[in-house]
């Protein structure tokens, strides 16, 4: 009973936190009534199978396309395959050691065990607790729903590295940061016995996990990388704009599967993360126009797509913490930010981030994961109780995006040097000259 | 013999054509070009880097035409093209040696 009182325990004092003990919660009830054994309602099963492949939409062709139109159409291919290729290899290794070392039985609080290596015991009939007490859904369900979330903050780390990293070496890569970096940081986040899901950190959907560890990972690996032939001397303008608000368009559809999704069931808290992920995604996007308006510039069509995303990173934390106001203060913050982190803070430290996954995801989700220490106010329109004492929140919250930075970079640097020692890390400068579409994948994007 | 061939604003190709139809001229050679004269290129922007483009989008038209057509030709291109702004481009006159139409062999003005 340990386990399930420390996530009793954790979700008293965060309030709708996230994920708990879902496979001890499970055992628990497996073990102990099997006679009253809780059946997964029809509903709750339906909605998170529907937002488990609308995380792929964000993905396969979202991510994809956000990203390649952004680079040059000599590396459009590249980029889409890397994305697709780098999500589809996360896929495997979830199930093979992710799922176990997040989700497993026991372990600590850093990982879990290892006895659900393989997804040794789970059959049709294992469920996995949601926040209420007594409603489960299908425990394959849980694993895929997760699995999309580990295959998506894999491909979002690519953004900064594309147009001269090697295939091999993305793929080398994948595979030692999600076993050093992203499972242990899921574990830490969304486990009931992870470090800071006992802190009481707040994050409905993945700001630290995903979008402030994908950020910061992105930033070490671009600085280990080094960059592009000509940057920043020689334009590089995006190829498509076109295909980029496309991506766009299904990152927004997708993230709702995401964030609604992240309630783990379809009831108030998943219609709460809803109307907040259009919201506070639709400030971000207007804010950044009018930032670039303030800037002197035309408010541009980039500048909306860009803006929806760091509000969709931004609001991604606080999906179910917030209210819809506090949600569109905070995009909008975001926002301003991100346009300043991308548009100033890069020219000045001169750093390569090609398509900006730190200036949007690290920035948007360090935002968002503070921000969210502050929305949570009942004062505020959020959902958190009358005796929500926002500074001591504020001090938990810094210290999860501070562990997180802290995790990531290590770990980054690590994986990026294995798969720099396996594989060379760099295509050659004919290679990168020439484009990786032909150099790495020996096609053309357009004939 | 004459080629004429006339740098022009793409939004003014299809002004340039009809004038030159009723001209009774038989056909002419597109093309899609780049370059740079006294017209400044554009600022394009994404997301605060800023590119000068130094090469602005023209269109190339080609005619070639009898000696006594020519005169009128390049009038009526001069006027058609014209828009009173920098940048409308310009038209060059160069003698032809020789024209062969490749089906029957014909050569010299009947080839036109």
């Not at chain 1, 899901?197 to 707040?202: H, P, R």
């Not at chain 2, 004038?19 to 605060?48: C, N, P």
Request: a negative charge; hydrophobic letters at 50%; glycine letters at 14%.
């Amino acid at each position: 009973m340990s386990l399930l009182t420390t996530y009793r325990g954790a979700a008293m004092a965060a309030g709708l936190s996230l994920l708990a003990a879902a496979p001890a919660w499970a055992q628990e009830v497996a073990t102990t009534a099997a006679a009253t054994a809780p059946v997964p309602d029809k509903g709750d099963t339906a909605w998170m199978m529907t937002a488990t492949v609308l995380v792929l939409l964000m993905i396969l062709p979202g991510l994809a396309l956000f990203y390649g139109g952004l680079a040059r159409s000599k590396n459009m291919l590249s980029v889409m395959t890397q994305v697709g290729a780098a999500a589809a290899l996360a896929m495997l290794v979830w199930v093979m050691w992710g799922y176990t070392m997040a989700f497993g039985d026991g372990g600590n609080a850093i990982i879990s065990g290892f006895n659900k290596a393989f997804l040794a015991g789970i059959t049709p009939d294992s469920m996995a607790a949601t926040f209420t007490d007594g409603v489960v859904i299908p425990e394959y369900v849980f694993v895929s729903f997760q699995m999309t979330f580990a295959a998506i903050t894999t491909a979002l780390v690519l953004g900064s590295v594309v147009e001269r990293i090697k295939f091999s070496a993305v793929m080398v890569f994948a595979v030692v940061w999600l076993t050093i970096v992203y499972f242990p940081i899921a574990h830490m986040v969304w486990a009931g016995n992870g470090y800071f899901f006992g802190l009481g950190a707040l994050d409905f959907a993945g700001g630290t996990v995903v979008h402030i560890n994908a950020g910061v990972s992105a930033l070490v690996a671009c600085l280990i990388l080094g960059k592009r032939q000509g940057y920043p001397s020689e334009p590089m303008p995006p190829h498509s704009l076109t295909l980029t608000g496309v991506g766009t368009g299904l990152l927004w559809v997708g993230w709702f599967g995401f964030n609604a999704g992240s309630a783990l069931e379809a009831n108030g808290s998943a219609g709460l993360a809803m109307i907040n992920t259009f919201v506070a995604t639709a400030s971000a996007g207007l804010f950044w126009m009018i930032a670039e308006r303030l800037a002197g510039h035309k408010a541009s069509a980039l500048g909306f797509c860009s803006g929806i995303i760091a509000g969709l990173v931004a609001v991604t934390p606080a999906a179910g913490n917030s209210g819809p106001f506090g949600a569109i203060v905070l995009g909008a913050v975001a926002s301003v930010l991100c346009f300043i982190a991308v548009s100033k803070l890069k020219p000045m430290f001169g750093y390569d981030d090609s398509l900006d996954a730190f200036g949007i995801h690290g920035i948007g989700g360090m935002i968002g994961a503070i921000g969210t220490g502050i929305v949570y106010a009942p004062g505020l329109g959020g959902p958190g109780g009358a005796d929500f004492d926002m500074a001591g929140q504020l001090l938990v919250q810094i210290e999860a995006v501070l562990a997180t930075i802290v995790w990531a970079s290590v770990g980054t640097a690590i994986a990026i040097f294995v798969a720099k020692l396996l594989t060379g890390l760099r295509v050659s400068p004919d290679v990168e000259q020439v484009g990786l579409d032909l150099g790495e994948h020996g096609e053309r994007a357009y004939n | 013999m004459k080629l004429i061939m006339a740098i022009i604003k793409p939004f003014k190709l299809e002004e340039v054509r009809e004038a030159l139809s009723g001209l009774g001229v038989a056909g002419m050679t597109v093309s899609e070009v780049k370059g740079f004269g006294r017209q400044k290129g554009q600022t394009e922007i994404y997301r605060g880097a800023e590119y000068t483009t130094n090469m602005v989008p023209k269109v190339k038209i080609e005619v070639v035409c009898d000696d006594a057509l020519t005169a009128r030709v390049v009038e009526s291109i001069q006027q058609a093209a014209n828009s009173g702004a920098i940048g409308d481009g310009k038209i060059f006159v160069l003698d032809v040696g020789q024209a062969v139409r490749i089906r029957t062999g014909e050569t010299g003005e009947t080839a036109l």
